[in-house]
């Protein structure tokens, strides 16, 4: 889709059939970064990433590295 939006501001009409040029340009400069094998590698990444993570909130006690274990003997505040 290609707009004019400077005579149709809300950018209603596509006027790419009007300017093939200007489409060839753009369709040009945009396939110079598109590479469909990173993209796929990437995405095979995050899908190994998304397995290990529904695997991991799965378990029934997830384990919590960050959380300290408070002592019984703080449990009660001392008299005064």
Do not use: Y
């Not at 149709?8 to 945009?30: G, K, S």
């Not at 993570?53 to 997830?62: I, T």
Request: hydrophobic letters at 40%; a negative charge.
């Amino acid at each position: 889709m290609l707009i004019d939006r400077h005579n149709d501001p809300r950018q209603l009409r596509n006027v790419a059939a009007e300017h093939p040029e200007a489409c060839a340009v753009l369709r040009a400069e945009l396939n110079k970064s598109w590479d469909p094998a990173a993209l796929h590698a990437q995405d095979q990444v995050r899908r190994a990433h998304e397995a290990i993570f529904a695997k991991w909130g799965a378990q029934d006690c997830v384990p919590e590295p960050d959380r300290w274990t408070v002592p019984e003997s703080s449990w009660v505040l001392p008299s005064r």
